[in-house]
């Protein structure tokens, strides 16, 4: 399996992007997908989740009502549009993949099996 995210780049406080991750793989359409992000000195920490179907969500509170996951199972997808974005969104974004067979959503990185390398997302004010 290997995933590989783009969409990141830098955009002023307010504005908008949207993240993909293409998956590589037969276990994709059966698998709860996963997005986190680093900040600049910080940990890695959770953002959205989608189960496989794409019928249950889940966000972290910081990103709530402004950022969306969502998926494409027959393409391999995911994407994550983010909108309305601050100078705190500002991080290096993963997507993941946990595995075949995974129901519901996931916000834990140890619960996750595949990860992408990240793509940046700059956020100035």
């Known amino acids: 399996v290997q995933l590989q995210a783009s969409g990141g780049g830098s955009v002023q406080a307010g504005g908008s992007l949207r993240l993909t991750c293409k998956y590589s793989?037969?276990?994709?359409?059966?698998?709860?997908v996963g997005w986190f992000r680093r900040a600049p000195g910080e940990e890695r920490e959770f953002v959205a989740s989608?189960?496989?179907?794409?019928?249950?969500?889940e966000y972290a509170e910081s990103v709530k009502g402004r950022f969306t996951i969502s998926r494409d199972n027959g393409d391999s997808t995911s994407y994550l549009q983010m909108n309305s974005l601050k100078p705190e969104d500002t991080a290096l974004y993963y997507c993941?993949?946990?595995?075949?067979?995974?129901?519901?959503?996931?916000?834990?990185?140890?619960?996750?099996?595949?990860w992408g390398p990240g793509t940046l997302v700059t956020v100035s004010s």
């Open positions: 993941a993949l946990r595995g075949p067979r995974s129901s519901g959503t996931y916000n834990r990185e140890s619960q996750y099996n595949y």
């Open positions: 793989g037969s276990t994709f359409s059966s698998s709860a």
């Open positions: 989608i189960s496989w179907s794409g019928s249950v969500t």
